[in-house]
């Protein structure tokens, strides 16, 4: 008898042996679904995202797709979050291999009350191969048996703080706080080195279950969970129980910053062109394995010319002056005295045409069209009041919830004003500052380089710039103020071309270029396009860097080509540069995910123009703001002009310094421009509506000096008052000049009696 329980008992052994060792081998050997390869233990799968820096160093924004994970090393990483960790989730982690057979026994005993079985490698391997846990019976015990083998594995590839380092950067911590440096930033706004004791504590509790220990909406149920883990440290000699007992008395402190989605943040419009550039340089410039770099997934560092303060002044002179501008044309533009507001001078007709192909091109229309509906339907859909959230420049937020039909929706977004600004660097064609609209959530239409706009009189300085360089002209040469055409049958003019100045007025006296480019007259502009020719021009515009398409009429010299900002501020910014245009980059490096540099920009530069022209264009743009159409950046006599109170924003402005400018304004005020340059940075503002026929009525709220002008003024001055190294002093003027720019002439500033400064018209 004692014989047979002896053998019953070893055969009991014997089986149990082998079948946990054909339970094991058959999970490690796939046969309870797919297991981890060697490469895969080697390099687990975690999608890391891209970051990208601004020239001083600023985190600007990511891209990334469900999860937003920024690993850091297990260095960076405080003593008092490792110490939480282990106390908490692994008493013994540093003494066992992947499973501890103790707290099994114990979650066997005590049915996991007295604590889970799952150690940190355990986990780890749940979160890297497992996944969620099943709610099948079966297949749950498939899953842990799985767990315990991966772990296992793991902690033969690993050591155990590359284990803790894997494990705390790829916990998902809720509000897109991926990864324990994401968690710090988003909940205490820290790196994970400056995390206390408390914090630490409180990012640990939030292991067991981030969903439900969330201290945004349950701070009280994750305050006791943080406790709980400070008397974990406490009881494993971690802590000192006279410290816990004073901390677990303190508040959670959160300062909750979550992370700004890929439509908010600095430089939306920027951040988005990034993207769309970085997708079509990721698919030129594949991984020496001839796979193609994931901006999504594979955790590149992108670092831009972008410089966070400059961005940040333009991006708050923009909001300052398009609200106000806005406000100005609300009380303007009523329908009650204008039956087609905002459209001005449109037939009822022309005003249906523009709202119908809004219609046909929205989110609404393509989505009913999907559920089938007619289009009878759909449009009869666009004049049903809905509840509907819009942008509201008045709103905190800059949103409010209304009720309105969808087509005065239409009517209500038709009527905002746009605006885009972009600053270069002249002298290395680094991108400073990009803002693209007013707002990039509810305005995504990039009008920095997606659109281009009739350019008005910013296109003057190249008709002067090739007179100047081909006929050798001068600033202080003189020509006749007089009604001028160019007559029919040359330039290829089929008719006449008989351009009037502002208002229909004409001097009748000989005056310098330098007078007639800083007061836009026209006839001047005029009759030296007819010296030069307009190819000569068109040429002049190219090498200077101007991409769209020009055509060779003698209409051109008063700005009738549209251009982009984009464009237009390369192209000003070689006259800064001594007659040398650098192609505008963006982006100086990227280095992959170890760090090493995948990408480094290489300065393109063309000589356009020698130091004397260059220097002589200077000149020219300079009495601009001196004694012409910019001069309001100056003066300060205007100060109790109500005009100037309600639009010209943040006015006196009182520069001193040298600055080289130039308004535009384009026919019926559609556009106003502004293009101002300083030695080191060369800047373009544009301001208009998305439709021409959306526009002032009058040149006094209409022109460049108003629309324009006020965002470049305020972008200016905040970024001299910030002392960032924008440049004050002079151009600086070539050793040898042959050129006459000393002209006869009063250059002075003289105060006007006029309720508004000199008014510019080109067209």
């Known amino acids: 008898m004692y014989r047979r329980i002896i053998v019953l008992l ?17 999970a490690a050997t796939g046969k309870f679904g797919e297991m981890p390869t060697f490469e895969q233990l080697e390099n687990p799968e975690s999608n890391l995202a891209t970051h990208i820096y601004s020239s001083d160093s600023l985190l600007l924004g990511k891209f990334y797709l469900a999860d937003n994970r920024s690993p850091v090393d297990y260095s960076e990483l405080p003593k008092s979050l490792i110490d939480a960790l282990v106390a908490t989730e692994d008493a013994r982690f540093f003494e066992h291999s992947g499973i501890d057979f103790r707290g099994f026994a114990r979650a066997v005993v005590f049915l996991g009350k007295r604590g889970g079985a799952s150690t940190i490698s355990q986990q780890l391997a749940r979160q890297l191969f497992v996944g969620v ?8 015990l498939q899953q842990k048996i799985k767990e315990w083998v991966i772990a296992v594995r793991l902690e033969r590839n690993y050591t155990k703080e590359e284990i803790i380092q894997m494990y705390l950067n790829n916990y998902d911590f ?16 820290k790196t994970p080195q400056e995390l206390k004791v408390k914090e630490s504590a409180m990012l640990v509790g939030m292991l067991k279950n981030s969903s439900l220990y969330n201290p945004v909406r349950r701070p009280e149920l994750v305050n006791s969970r943080r406790n709980t883990v400070l008397d974990q440290m406490v009881k494993y000699g971690y802590l000192d129980k006279k410290l816990s007992d004073s901390l677990q008395q303190t508040p959670l402190d959160i300062r909750f910053t979550p992370e700004n989605s890929h439509n908010e943040g600095l430089a939306t419009y920027f951040r988005m062109h990034l993207q769309s550039w970085l997708k079509n340089w990721v698919r030129e410039n594949p991984k020496s394995t001839g796979e193609t770099y994931d901006i999504y997934r594979d955790g590149l560092r992108v670092y831009t010319t972008i410089d966070s303060r400059l961005q940040q002044n333009a991006e708050d002179a923009m909001e300052n002056h398009l609200s106000n501008l806005q406000a100005a044309f609300f009380r303007q533009q009523k329908q009650d005295s204008n039956p087609t507001a905002p459209f001005i001078d449109l037939e009822l007709e022309q005003v249906e045409e523009i709202v119908d192909r809004a219609m046909r091109n929205s989110d609404r229309w393509r989505s009913l069209r999907a559920q089938g509906k007619s289009d009878t339907l759909i449009k009869a859909s666009f004049y049903i009041p809905a509840e509907m959230t819009v942008f509201d420049w008045k709103a905190p937020s800059k949103e409010r919830d209304t009720v309105m039909t969808p087509y005065d929706s239409i009517l209500y ?14 002298q290395t064609g680094h991108i400073k500052a990009w803002v693209g609209g007013a707002d990039y959530k509810h305005f995504q239409y990039d009008n920095v380089v997606q659109g281009a706009r009739q350019v008005g009189s910013t296109f003057k300085p190249f008709v002067y710039a090739a ?22 049958g040359r330039h290829g003019n089929i008719e006449a071309w008989c351009p009037k100045n502002s208002g229909g007025k004409y001097s009748g006296e000989s005056i310098t270029l330098k007078h007639a480019l800083a007061n836009s007259i026209n006839t001047v502009t005029a009759q030296l396009i007819d010296k030069v020719g307009p190819a000569s021009v068109v040429s002049v515009a190219e090498r200077l860097g101007i991409q769209s398409r020009i055509p060779a009429v003698p209409a051109i010299a008063l700005g009738t080509p549209d251009i982009k900002v984009f464009d237009l501020v390369s192209a000003y910014s070689t006259f800064a540069n001594q007659g040398v245009h650098t192609i505008p980059t963006f982006v100086t490096r990227i280095e992959d995910e170890s760090g090493n540099v995948i990408y480094e920009a290489i300065p393109k530069t063309r000589d356009v123009f020698n130091k004397e022209i260059a220097y002589t264009m200077i000149s020219l743009l300079k009495g601009v703001t001196e004694a012409g159409s910019g001069v309001r950046l100056r003066h300060n006599w205007m100060i109790d002009n109500p005009v100037y109170q309600e639009v010209v924003t943040g006015y006196p402005y009182e520069f001193k310094n040298p600055i080289a400018g130039k308004t535009g304004t384009t026919q019926n005020q559609s556009d106003g421009w502004f293009m101002g340059m300083v030695p080191n940075l060369a800047t373009g503002v544009w301001v208009g509506a998305e439709d021409r026929a959306v526009h002032f009525d009058n040149i006094t709220y209409g022109q460049g000096a108003t629309m324009a002008l006020p965002v470049w003024a305020n972008y200016m001055r905040e970024s001299y008052n910030d002392s960032i190294g924008v440049s004050s002093e002079d151009f600086i003027r070539p050793d040898q000049i042959s050129i006459n720019l000393l002209c006869n002439e009063a250059n002075q500033v003289i105060r006007e009696e006029k309720s508004e400064d000199l008014e510019e018209f080109d067209f």
């Open 467 to 488: 007179a100047i360089d081909l006929l050798r002209m001068s600033p202080c040469d003189r020509l006749p103020d007089v009604p001028y055409c160019v007559s029919a």
């Open 174 to 189: 809720n509000y897109l706080a991926d990864g324990i440096e994401n968690a710090a930033r988003i909940y205490f706004n």
């Open 413 to 426: 977004y038709k009527s905002h004003l746009r605006g885009a600004l972009m600053s270069i660097e002249p």
């Open 10 to 26: 070893w055969a009991l052994f014997v089986f149990g042996v082998a079948g946990i060792y054909f339970v094991f081998h058959s």
């Open 133 to 140: 846990r099943s709610r099948n019976l079966k297949e749950a």
